[in-house]
């Protein structure tokens, strides 16, 4: 199975900060990397796919970069509403593993 | 507008049965793989299981394995995981979640509200 480590597990940032979030795939998952971000109570969305493709609807501040097995999450100028824990996801193949999550707080 | 509805959690003894349906509506539910993910309170996402299209092609964690069953009608735009030999750890929120049109490098593109389901005595 595939193992994903993301780092850190968790932050704490203040609004207009830059803040990168990295994940690690325990072998080379090429570019089939997902973010996804959740906040308290509610299902997650995606936000990117495909390592840096922005998923339809989602602010250009986030951005996606990598392939193999190191990636990056960068939120550009972290806004009120980006405070969530937010998670990568592998889907090379099953099991479609998740990393621990990242959670983001405010300072 | 795509919508995943999912019903059927609630309070399970250990070693019960229960089962989760989740109905679509908004897309053509014949052409995508679906997929169920779970969250174990204050823990993060851990999938749980794949279903092709036409449901020939099935996927589990390790963890289920021989206890879930995942599968789905096409007719009725429904998925559905049939748990049996509940356990503690299985207590989760179950969300479904509509995956792609192939098994490799789709995200998880729409969920559901999610269930919760609790196996305790």
């Known amino acids: 199975d595939i193992q994903m480590t993301q780092s850190p597990s968790s932050l704490s940032a203040s609004v207009g900060d830059r803040v990168t979030i990295t994940c690690r795939a325990s072998q080379s998952i090429s570019s089939y990397l997902n973010w996804y971000q959740q906040k308290p109570g509610k299902a997650p969305n995606v936000v990117i796919y495909a390592a840096s493709n922005l998923q339809s609807g989602v602010p250009s501040r986030f951005s996606g970069s990598g392939s193999g097995t190191d990636f990056t999450l960068t939120i550009s100028s972290l806004q009120p509403e980006d405070f969530a824990t937010y998670y990568c996801q592998q889907t090379y193949s099953t099991p479609r593993t998740f990393g621990q999550g990242t959670k983001v707080e405010i300072k | 507008e795509v919508q995943l509805v999912e019903s059927g959690g609630g309070l399970v003894q250990p070693g019960g049965s229960l089962r989760l349906s989740c109905a679509a509506s908004g897309f053509t539910f014949s052409g995508y793989w679906m997929s169920w993910v779970r969250q174990a309170p204050g823990k993060g996402l851990e999938w749980v299981a794949t279903i092709n299209q036409d449901g020939s092609g099935k996927y589990y964690v390790d963890s289920v394995k021989g206890r879930f069953t995942i599968s789905r009608d096409n007719a009725k735009n429904s998925l559905y995981l049939q748990m049996n030999s509940l356990r503690a750890e299985d207590t989760a929120v179950y969300y479904c979640?509509?995956?792609?049109?192939?098994?490799?490098?789709?995200?998880?593109?729409?969920w559901g509200q999610g269930t919760l389901v609790t196996v305790s005595s």
């Open positions: 979640a509509r995956d792609g049109r192939s098994l490799t490098g789709n995200p998880f593109d729409y």
